[in-house]
C-alpha cells in the first residue's frame, strides 16, 4: 500500500498538467506551455522569467533558450500569437486558431528534446506549485480586500 503511493503521486502530476491545458483556452495554452519550459532546465535555470514586466513573447524566448531547444522559431510564434490575442482584439476564434496551432508547434518542438529530459520534464512539479502559490497570493489579496470593506 505504502509503495502504491509515490507512484500515485508521479502519476497524479502530467495528469493534472494535462487537465489544466485541457481546456484549450489560449490563457490555458500559455500557462501549459510555460510550465512545461520551466519544468525542464536545471534548477534556478528558469526563474530568469519570472519578472512580471516580460512580455509572453519574451518570456518565451528566455525559457526556451534556457532549456536550450534547438529551434526557437515556434516559441517566438507562439509568443507572437498570444500577444496579438491579448492586444489586438483578435480573441474570437481565428486569433485563438493561431495560438493554438502555434502552440502545437512548439510543443513537438519539446517533444524533441532527450527522452529522459521529456520525462523528468513531465513529472517536474514545480510549475504546478508556482501556479498553486500565484493562486494563492491571488485568493488572499481578494480576502483581505473584502475584509477591510467590511
Given at each position: ?130 501556479r498553486a502559490r500565484r493562486s494563492a497570493v491571488t485568493l488572499a489579496g481578494g480576502v ?7
Open positions: 500500500m505504502y509503495a502504491l503511493l509515490p507512484v500515485l503521486l508521479i502519476a497524479a502530476v502530467p495528469l493534472a498538467k494535462k487537465a489544466l491545458a485541457s481546456r484549450g483556452r489560449p490563457e490555458d495554452l500559455y500557462r501549459d506551455l510555460t510550465g512545461r519550459l520551466r519544468d525542464l532546465p536545471p534548477p534556478g535555470k528558469s526563474a530568469v522569467a519570472d519578472s512580471p514586466a516580460l512580455t509572453p513573447n519574451e518570456r518565451m524566448l528566455l525559457l526556451a533558450g534556457a532549456v536550450g531547444v534547438g529551434d526557437e522559431a515556434p516559441f517566438r510564434e507562439f509568443g507572437r500569437a498570444y500577444t496579438d490575442y491579448l492586444y489586438s482584439g483578435e480573441s474570437g476564434r481565428a486569433g485563438g486558431r493561431h495560438v493554438t496551432s502555434s502552440y502545437r508547434r512548439s510543443v513537438r518542438v519539446l517533444g524533441e528534446l532527450p527522452l529522459w529530459r521529456c520525462v523528468l520534464g513531465a513529472v517536474n512539479p514545480a510549475s504546478l506549485v508556482a483581505r480586500k473584502r475584509l477591510r470593506r467590511r
